[in-house]
């Protein structure tokens, strides 16, 4: 008999909804003492305990819908943060239906508010801090994967530097191959592939069985398979042409036909990108029609006697889908016929004083608000490049053009990687590009609260070496 996985344990889940109800019990309390300490109205005549089972019952269905994920191999911070905003969103909701359903007269707006904000607080803090002892656990050797690899030993270079990061919880024990020769590090050859079903039957303990069918006889491949299939072991096919490419693969279906392709991309979804237009339009519109005009007139008094010529900078750059567009500046160099050709540099004589404070500080980038208001850019996204660049890196960078696959962006995930300003080394490029990639397969609309926050505070921090 194998030991269950962390992800199947009853008991680990029942302790999770027991500490969510917990936490919906204390945010209800500090927020029906807190309200009776500023504003008493706010609690007169409100039953707390009878609100608190209504709360309790109206937790249960979200959290059938909306699980914990946090006991996953592989499962990033921003999409655990996702999962208890949806639960507690749609925990309100359901919550406010039965309170007008009952047309309770007790039922107070700020009081939901205030204790739903709360309790999502204290649900981000309790998961994070779960998963932090899960992946801690699993760096010590608890609740392993136990693994094995058959097939040609270069299939799984890849997968198995993968494997490397011990919190993710694999133990790798070996390879099967046929082929002496080639070495996998961090798993040492076990035999031959016509080895395997009998190393299965004196190791009951192997969990985890990947197959590289490339090479791999379709007889041996079928035999591991049942057995796999009949004694617990899950059983993992790498296709033969994932060594050419070199990445993950994506499964999709058209009709009942299987493909895969070269990456996933979230904003393909319209549901998705529904959400990042409609926050674009959202945060752009509000700082246009509020703060943008007061800082548009102090600004466009300094640039006027800073130096002759315009406020805005326009320059053609390319965006979604390599679509040329106007992008938007505060002009913070001194007009010069070199600006849609040489980057700016640390001293670059072309910028004039308050020029060099608005790069350094990004208030030069504010107007693009108004590209994103128009919809030629989002609030987070890759930075657009200037024609000229992305003529000439995308013959040097392989795959730079898949970062035009969304829209670009006023700020982005490789500029809060530091990855920013002037490139002196085509490296420097590289990395921005991978980053840019990175994000594109990436997206969540926390991962772009994410950077904006991390945007705000390494201004705040001034800790942007080459912002200027």
Known sequence: MKRRDLEESGIIKTTICICDVILLCVSMIITYYALTFWEPSKTNNFPLWENMVLAILCYLPPSLVTPPILLGRVVRSDRIVERVVRLTFLQIILYSAVQYAIKSSTFSRSFA????????????????????MV?????GGRNQRNVIFVGNTEEFEELAQQFQNRSYGYHILGVFTNNDDKKLEGAPRLGNVTEVIPF?????????LYCAIAGTPRAEIFGMYSYCENNVVRFYALPAYLSYLRRNMVMSHVGSTMLLSSRSEPLQSIGNSFIKRAFDIIVSGTFLITLFPIVYLIVAIIIKRSSPGPVFFKQKRNGLNGKIFNCFKFRSMHVNKDADKIQATE????????????RRTNIDELPQFINVFRGDMSLVGPRPHMLLHTEKYSQLINKYMVRHWVKPGITGWAQVQGFRGETKELSQMEKRVHADIWYVEHWTFWLDIRIMWLTIWNTLRRNEENAY
């Open 113 to 132: 508010v205030c204790f739903f904000c709360l309790f999502t607080l204290l649900l981000i803090i309790e998961r994070l801090s779960f998963r932090s």
């Open 135 to 139: 992946k801690h656990a699993r760096k």
């Open 200 to 208: 299965l039957k004196k190791n009951p303990h192997i969990t985890d």
């Open 347 to 358: 001293n670059d004589p072309r910028k004039f004083k308050f020029g060099d404070l608005m």
